[in-house]
C-alpha cells in the first residue's frame, strides 16, 4: 500500500477480555477451527496495525454489533 492509504475492516471486536460474552467465545471458537482465525480487542487490533505499519487507528462502532477499523498507511 501506498503511504496514506486507508486501510478499512468491517470487524466483531471484542470487548474487554474479562467482559467477553459466551457467544462471543463460541464464535471465536468457530473461527479459530474452521479458518484459523482469531476474535480481537480494540487493543489487540491497535498492536497487530501498528506493528504492520498503521498509524491513525480508529474504531466507530455500528448498530449492527461491528466495528469499521480505520488505519492509515504509513
Not at 491513525?56 to 449492527?64: D, P, Q
Request: hydrophobic share 50%; glycine share 8%; with cysteine.
Amino acid at each position: 500500500m501506498n503511504s496514506g492509504a486507508r486501510l478499512w475492516l468491517l470487524e466483531k471486536v471484542l470487548p474487554l477480555e474479562d467482559h467477553i460474552q459466551l457467544r462471543d467465545a463460541l464464535f471465536d471458537l468457530l473461527m479459530l477451527t474452521l479458518v484459523g482465525g482469531i476474535q480481537r480487542t480494540a487493543a489487540e487490533y491497535e498492536a497487530l496495525l501498528t506493528a504492520a505499519g498503521f498509524t491513525g487507528i480508529a474504531l466507530v462502532s455500528t448498530e449492527t454489533g461491528y466495528c469499521v477499523v480505520e488505519a492509515v498507511c504509513s
